[in-house]
T-cell receptor, first 112, second 111 residues
Framework: DGGITQSPKYLFRKEGQNVTLSCEQN?????MYWYRQDPGQGLRLIYY???????QKGDIAEGYSVSREKKESFPLTVTSAQKNPTAFYLC???????????FGQGTRLTVV | GNSVTQMEGPVTLSEEAFLTINCTYT??????LFWYVQYPGEGLQLLLK?????DKGSNKGFEATYRKETTSFHLEKGSVQVSDSAVYFC??????????FGTGTRLTIIP
């Protein structure tokens, strides 16, 4: 079945460490997105990519980095520069920018 | 600037009650409009969409009509069930740009 796979579902990180969240899609979608969700809040866009080897900062890119070396993969690295990384991270993809997006199941990151 | 404003929650209803969750947008163009639903601990699922004025999106008993004159896309359901308890997000793409989401409305249905 086609879809978006995020891994791991739960992730614990010590302060000062970088951590990479995986996002893979087999929908052949060009556009991919990373969102952050905090309790009781909406979704905030971190980064998005419309084609391979190209990506743009979203509204809250500081402390995060991404790569898009393959069409199906869009990993997100949460660096030690991110001051408050504990959150629920959602990856999404769409056939083209602005068209409805399909979401993965999310990764809950906790800094301990 | 462009924005989406969504009815604040939480909303608590009894089973079989009528549901309305308000959503309005501001945009210079003619965006597509979406409603997404998020169940606890999961990602978002597309519930319904409308791409032009007067379109009605519908799915699982939920409906929303694209009202250009009032720049609104309110979500409605005639008779809610306990299984409808979730967080609902209104979203728009403001004319083929990236999706922008409202803040979400938590809905709880009590038996």
């Amino acid at each position: 079945d086609g879809g978006i796979t995020q891994s791991p579902k739960y992730l614990f990180r010590k302060e000062g460490q970088n951590v990479t969240l995986s996002c893979e899609q087999n929908l052949n979608h060009d556009a991919m997105y990373w969102y952050r969700q905090d309790p009781g809040q909406g979704l905030r866009l971190i980064y998005y990519s419309q084609i391979v080897n190209d990506f743009q900062k979203g509204d809250i890119a500081e402390g995060y980095s991404v790569s898009r070396e393959k069409k199906e993969s869009f990993p997100l690295t949460v660096t030690s520069a991110q001051k408050n990384p504990t959150a629920f991270y959602l990856c999404a993809s769409s056939l083209d920018r602005g068209i409805e997006a399909f979401f993965g199941q999310g990764t809950r990151l906790t800094v301990v | 600037g462009n924005s989406v404003t969504q009815m604040e929650g939480p909303v608590t209803l009894s089973e079989e009650a009528f549901l309305t969750i308000n959503c309005t947008y501001t945009a210079t163009g003619y965006p597509s409009l979406f409603w997404y639903v998020q169940y606890p601990g999961e990602g978002l699922q597309l519930l319904l969409k409308a791409t032009k004025a007067d379109d009605k999106g519908s799915n699982k008993g939920f409906e929303a009509t694209y009202r250009k004159e009032t720049t609104s896309f309110h979500l409605e359901k005639g008779s809610v069930q306990v299984s409808d308890s979730a967080v609902y997000f209104c979203a728009t793409n403001f004319g083929n740009e990236k999706l922008t989401f409202g803040t979400g409305t938590r809905l709880t249905i009590i038996p």
